[in-house]
Each structure stands twice: as structure tokens, then as C-alpha cells.
């Protein structure tokens, strides 16, 4: 069975601070992939990245960067210099043989 | 106009109503989703239409009804709810029928409370 556990429920920092969101997630497939989506206070979930099971290289979007450790089933993401914008929640998402889980989320709050 | 549009935005209705929610996506995808997302759980997948044809039901109550007329507009009909019911019930659509890559489009969601 697969699984998404994001351990965080809600996460508070002050503006420019950096903030880690946690994804550990649980499949048996060897090949899957890994999705992050934000949903603002307007509700659509928006998506943030894709990274496949064979692709280990972090990746770096701006502010944005996000590490991928098969040896730990982790896929966190990283907000750099945070800003009031960023407050949302985030999902990360695991699919597997056309099976798409998602974890609860974690609400950020970035104050000014 | 954006890629997927959710009507109405919120909903209240008493245990005995009938409502509808309404979805519809401007970006030509074949596959359109209904999610169910309460709060601190995991988003739940409720029902998946492929060039129409309802593909998935995951166990969902009759009280909630799916009808996808055509691969641009899915429904999903409500009566006799429960106050558990109340949740933010999400439509998304995709190119393809869930292809282990695809990425999914959401709409902003109706809120929906059961009184």
C-alpha cells in the first residue's frame, strides 16, 4: 500500500525566515513520483514540482528547493528567505502503478 | 477564464436538501476528478470520468452522485448528506486517465456544510 505521511500539521515562522516542510512517503513500486502542490487561501491546489524515482538531483526553483533521499523515502521541500505569499497549504503527493496518494498537508504561516 | 472552474463556491444545505455541485475545465483534458478534503486528512479520491465513462468509485455513499456528461463539465449530486459530509470537495482534471506522471488541475473547491 502506499503511503504519504507529512508530520508537520502547522508551521508558523517570521517573514525571511527559511522553513523546511517534511515528505516521507511508503511504496513497494520501483518506479513512482513525487509531486508537492501549494493551495492558497483560494482553495485550488496549484502544483509545484515532479521528480521521478530514478531522478535524485535536488532541485532548485528561486526560493524554492527540494530534496529527494531514496535511503529515507524523504522528498522535503525548502522555502528560502519566506515570504507573507508563501503562507498556504502544502501537500506532497506519491504516485505509484496509476495510484496517486496524498499526504494531510502542512499549513505554513509566514508573518510579517 | 480560468483552467478549472468550481460553482458555487460555498454551500450550505439541511440533511434532507438536494444540491448539485458544478465543475468545468477549459484546458481540454480527457480525465476529470472529484476530491473530498477535510481538515487534517489526507485528500480523499472519490470518483474518476475518462472521456466520460466513470473509471473509479472509492467506496463513496450513494448519497453523493457523479454524472459527466461530456470530458469539459462533471457533477456531482447531493441529497440527504450528513453533518460529516461537510468538507471542502475539490474537482480536478488531467490530460490522460491518471498516468503514473500526470499532473493533476484543480478548481478552488465549494465548501460545503451539512446542517
Known amino acids: 500500500a502506499q503511503k504519504v505521511t507529512q508530520a508537520q500539521t502547522e508551521i508558523s515562522v517570521v517573514e525571511k525566515e527559511d522553513v523546511t516542510l517534511d515528505c516521507v512517503y511508503e511504496?513497494?513500486?520501483?518506479?513512482?513520483?513525487l509531486f508537492w502542490y501549494k493551495q492558497p487561501p483560494s482553495g485550488e491546489l496549484v502544483f509545484l514540482i515532479r521528480?521521478?524515482?530514478?531522478?535524485?538531483q535536488n532541485e532548485i526553483s528561486g526560493r524554492y528547493s527540494w530534496n529527494f533521499q531514496k535511503s529515507t523515502s524523504s522528498f522535503n521541500f525548502t522555502i528560502t528567505a519566506s515570504q507573507v505569499v508563501d503562507s498556504a497549504v502544502y501537500f506532497c503527493?506519491?504516485?505509484?502503478?496509476?495510484?496517486?496518494?496524498f499526504g494531510a498537508g502542512t499549513r505554513l504561516t509566514v508573518k510579517p | 477564464e480560468t483552467g478549472v472552474t468550481q460553482t458555487p463556491r460555498h454551500l450550505v444545505m439541511g440533511m434532507t436538501n438536494k444540491k448539485s455541485l458544478k465543475c468545468e475545465q477549459h484546458l481540454g483534458h480527457n480525465a476529470m476528478y472529484w476530491y473530498k478534503q477535510s481538515a487534517k486528512k489526507p485528500l480523499e479520491l472519490m470518483f474518476v470520468?475518462?472521456?466520460?465513462?466513470?473509471?473509479e468509485n472509492n467506496s463513496v455513499p450513494s448519497r453523493f452522485s457523479p454524472e459527466c456528461p461530456n470530458s469539459s463539465h462533471l457533477f456531482l449530486h447531493l441529497h440527504t448528506l450528513q453533518p460529516e459530509d461537510s468538507a471542502l470537495y475539490l474537482c480536478?482534471?488531467?490530460?490522460?486517465?491518471?498516468?503514473?506522471?500526470?499532473?493533476?488541475?484543480f478548481g478552488s473547491g465549494t465548501q460545503l456544510s451539512v446542517l
Open positions: 470520468y475518462n472521456f466520460k465513462e466513470q473509471t
Open positions: 521528480r521521478n524515482s530514478f531522478d535524485e
Open positions: 503527493a506519491l504516485s505509484a502503478s496509476n495510484d496517486m496518494r
Open positions: 480536478a482534471s488531467s490530460q490522460d486517465l491518471r498516468e503514473t506522471n500526470e499532473k493533476l488541475f
Open positions: 511504496t513497494r513500486d520501483t518506479t513512482y513520483y
